[in-house]
Protein backbone atom coordinates (compact mmCIF):
# COMPACT_ATOMS: atom_id res chain seq x y z
CA UNK A 1 0.00 0.00 0.00
CA UNK A 2 1.29 3.33 -0.90
CA UNK A 3 2.05 5.78 2.03
CA UNK A 4 0.77 9.25 1.42
CA UNK A 5 3.34 11.84 1.98
CA UNK A 6 2.91 13.83 5.34
CA UNK A 7 1.00 17.20 5.09
CA UNK A 8 3.84 19.81 6.24
CA UNK A 9 1.45 21.58 8.54
CA UNK A 10 4.40 24.49 9.43
CA UNK A 11 5.30 24.66 5.73
CA UNK A 12 1.39 25.52 4.95
CA UNK A 13 0.91 28.02 8.21
CA UNK A 14 3.68 29.76 6.78
CA UNK A 15 2.07 30.26 3.64
CA UNK A 16 -0.95 31.30 5.45
CA UNK A 17 0.72 33.47 7.82
CA UNK A 18 2.34 35.47 4.38
CA UNK A 19 -0.78 35.05 2.41
CA UNK A 20 -3.15 36.65 5.10
CA UNK A 21 -0.60 38.69 6.66
CA UNK A 22 -1.49 36.73 10.32
CA UNK A 23 1.59 38.66 11.85
CA UNK A 24 -0.48 41.29 11.43
CA UNK A 25 -3.23 40.05 13.07
CA UNK A 26 -3.04 37.34 15.47
CA UNK A 27 -0.82 37.23 18.62
CA UNK A 28 0.19 40.36 21.01
CA UNK A 29 0.53 42.77 18.68
CA UNK A 30 -0.22 46.63 19.13
CA UNK A 31 -2.07 47.28 16.31
CA UNK A 32 -4.73 44.85 17.54
CA UNK A 33 -5.63 48.05 19.77
CA UNK A 34 -7.52 50.56 18.21
CA UNK A 35 -6.61 54.30 18.81
CA UNK A 36 -9.59 54.60 21.35
CA UNK A 37 -8.49 51.35 23.11
CA UNK A 38 -5.03 52.84 23.49
CA UNK A 39 -6.07 55.91 24.62
CA UNK A 40 -8.38 54.55 27.35
CA UNK A 41 -7.08 54.72 31.11
CA UNK A 42 -7.86 52.07 33.78
CA UNK A 43 -11.31 53.71 36.26
CA UNK A 44 -8.42 53.25 38.92
CA UNK A 45 -5.12 54.62 36.54
CA UNK A 46 -4.72 57.92 38.92
CA UNK A 47 -6.27 56.12 42.64
CA UNK A 48 -4.30 55.38 45.51
CA UNK A 49 -4.52 51.98 46.70
CA UNK A 50 -4.77 51.64 50.37
CA UNK A 51 -4.47 48.04 51.67
CA UNK A 52 -8.39 47.55 53.83
CA UNK A 53 -10.47 44.16 54.35
CA UNK A 54 -13.47 42.97 53.35
CA UNK A 55 -16.14 43.91 55.73
CA UNK A 56 -18.21 40.58 55.20
CA UNK A 57 -17.00 37.30 56.41
CA UNK A 58 -14.43 35.60 58.33
CA UNK A 59 -12.03 34.44 55.34
CA UNK A 60 -11.01 38.18 56.36
CA UNK A 61 -9.87 39.11 52.16
CA UNK A 62 -7.62 42.07 52.00
CA UNK A 63 -8.48 44.84 49.58
CA UNK A 64 -7.22 47.34 47.83
CA UNK A 65 -9.31 50.97 48.34
CA UNK A 66 -8.73 53.20 45.65
CA UNK A 67 -8.89 56.77 46.77
CA UNK A 68 -8.50 59.96 44.49
CA UNK A 69 -6.29 62.68 45.69
CA UNK A 70 -9.31 64.59 47.37
CA UNK A 71 -10.23 61.31 49.08
CA UNK A 72 -13.08 60.25 46.90
CA UNK A 73 -13.09 56.35 46.83
CA UNK A 74 -13.19 55.06 43.24
CA UNK A 75 -13.10 51.38 43.19
CA UNK A 76 -12.25 48.65 45.73
CA UNK A 77 -10.47 45.38 44.10
CA UNK A 78 -8.57 42.05 45.79
CA UNK A 79 -5.40 42.98 47.04
CA UNK A 80 -2.65 40.66 45.15
CA UNK A 81 0.07 40.75 47.99
CA UNK A 82 -2.74 39.10 50.33
CA UNK A 83 -1.76 35.62 51.25
CA UNK A 84 -5.39 35.09 52.12
CA UNK A 85 -7.06 36.05 48.71
CA UNK A 86 -4.17 36.33 46.16
CA UNK A 87 -5.98 39.34 44.25
CA UNK A 88 -9.30 37.36 44.39
CA UNK A 89 -12.75 38.85 46.04
CA UNK A 90 -15.91 36.30 46.12
CA UNK A 91 -19.16 37.41 44.38
CA UNK A 92 -19.82 39.15 47.84
CA UNK A 93 -16.63 40.89 48.22
CA UNK A 94 -16.63 41.99 44.96
CA UNK A 95 -19.67 44.61 45.73
CA UNK A 96 -17.84 46.40 48.41
CA UNK A 97 -17.82 49.29 46.28
CA UNK A 98 -21.55 49.04 45.48
CA UNK A 99 -22.20 48.92 49.10
CA UNK A 100 -20.22 52.13 50.21
CA UNK A 101 -21.01 54.41 46.74
CA UNK A 102 -25.02 54.03 46.30
CA UNK A 103 -27.48 56.16 46.71
CA UNK A 104 -30.03 54.08 48.52
CA UNK A 105 -27.35 54.05 51.47
CA UNK A 106 -28.00 54.88 54.69
CA UNK A 107 -25.54 57.36 56.36
CA UNK A 108 -27.36 58.42 59.92
CA UNK A 109 -28.81 56.95 62.78
CA UNK A 110 -32.24 55.37 62.54
CA UNK A 111 -34.03 54.83 66.21
CA UNK A 112 -37.68 53.72 66.31
CA UNK A 113 -39.36 54.29 69.72
CA UNK A 114 -41.62 51.89 71.36
CA UNK A 115 -44.80 51.89 69.82
CA UNK A 116 -43.92 54.47 66.88
CA UNK A 117 -44.69 53.88 63.39
CA UNK A 118 -41.83 55.74 61.75
CA UNK A 119 -38.06 56.03 61.71
CA UNK A 120 -36.34 58.96 62.95
CA UNK A 121 -32.73 59.98 62.22
CA UNK A 122 -30.48 60.46 65.21
CA UNK A 123 -27.52 62.32 65.99
CA UNK A 124 -24.41 59.51 66.81
CA UNK A 125 -23.43 60.25 70.00
CA UNK A 126 -27.45 60.17 71.04
CA UNK A 127 -27.74 56.64 69.95
CA UNK A 128 -24.09 55.39 71.36
CA UNK A 129 -25.53 56.71 74.96
CA UNK A 130 -29.00 54.80 74.51
CA UNK A 131 -27.71 51.76 73.65
CA UNK A 132 -25.40 52.06 76.56
CA UNK A 133 -27.93 52.85 78.89
CA UNK A 134 -30.14 49.80 77.93
CA UNK A 135 -26.78 47.29 78.10
CA UNK A 136 -26.81 48.36 81.69
CA UNK A 137 -30.47 48.84 82.12
CA UNK A 138 -30.68 44.83 80.76
CA UNK A 139 -27.62 44.13 82.58
CA UNK A 140 -29.13 45.06 86.21
CA UNK A 141 -32.62 43.07 85.58
CA UNK A 142 -31.27 39.83 84.75
CA UNK A 143 -27.88 39.97 86.56
CA UNK A 144 -27.21 36.44 88.43
CA UNK A 145 -25.48 35.97 91.28
CA UNK A 146 -26.07 32.43 92.20
CA UNK A 147 -28.09 29.91 90.84
CA UNK A 148 -28.27 26.08 92.72
CA UNK A 149 -26.11 27.17 95.11
CA UNK A 150 -23.61 28.13 92.87
CA UNK A 151 -21.82 31.49 91.67
CA UNK A 152 -22.11 32.08 88.81
CA UNK A 153 -22.07 35.97 88.36
CA UNK A 154 -24.04 36.26 84.58
CA UNK A 155 -26.61 37.95 82.62
CA UNK A 156 -28.39 35.96 79.93
CA UNK A 157 -30.17 38.87 78.61
CA UNK A 158 -27.21 40.38 76.63
CA UNK A 159 -25.86 38.48 74.14
CA UNK A 160 -23.02 39.94 71.66
CA UNK A 161 -22.35 39.48 67.93
CA UNK A 162 -19.12 40.87 67.18
CA UNK A 163 -17.87 41.55 63.27
CA UNK A 164 -15.18 39.88 60.36
CA UNK A 165 -13.14 43.22 60.19
CA UNK A 166 -12.72 43.27 63.95
CA UNK A 167 -9.13 43.16 64.22
CA UNK A 168 -7.46 41.33 67.73
CA UNK A 169 -6.91 44.46 69.61
CA UNK A 170 -10.93 45.22 68.93
CA UNK A 171 -12.02 41.77 69.90
CA UNK A 172 -9.59 41.62 72.76
CA UNK A 173 -11.68 44.61 74.21
CA UNK A 174 -14.97 43.68 73.49
CA UNK A 175 -14.63 40.31 74.70
CA UNK A 176 -13.11 41.72 78.01
CA UNK A 177 -15.94 44.51 77.89
CA UNK A 178 -18.46 41.83 78.14
CA UNK A 179 -16.94 39.45 79.98
CA UNK A 180 -16.95 42.16 82.48
CA UNK A 181 -20.53 42.59 82.11
CA UNK A 182 -20.93 38.43 83.00
CA UNK A 183 -22.23 38.09 79.41
CA UNK A 184 -21.67 34.81 78.75
CA UNK A 185 -23.32 34.05 74.67
CA UNK A 186 -20.65 36.04 72.73
CA UNK A 187 -19.80 34.78 69.37
CA UNK A 188 -18.07 36.63 66.68
CA UNK A 189 -19.87 35.89 63.06
CA UNK A 190 -18.58 33.90 60.76
CA UNK A 191 -15.84 31.40 61.33
CA UNK A 192 -13.61 29.27 59.18
S1 LIG B 1 -17.07 37.78 51.87
FE1 LIG B 1 -15.85 36.93 50.19
S2 LIG B 1 -14.32 38.47 49.71
FE2 LIG B 1 -15.17 38.97 51.75
S3 LIG B 1 -13.81 37.98 53.24
FE3 LIG B 1 -15.46 36.54 52.80
S4 LIG B 1 -14.67 35.23 51.11
FE4 LIG B 1 -13.38 37.10 51.21
Given at each position: MAIKPRTDLSALFDRAKSALRLDERIGEKPNLASKRT?????????????????????VGCSTLAYVSDEGKLLDVEGN????????HLCPKGSAIFGLTVNNARWTTAKYRAPYATEW??????????????????????????????????????IASLGGATFGCEENYLL????HSLGVVSIENQARI
Open positions: QNLKGRVAKGKPVVSVCPYCAPDSPVNGGEDKPLPWVMDRIAARVIESRERTFVREKDGKRVNHTLGGKLM
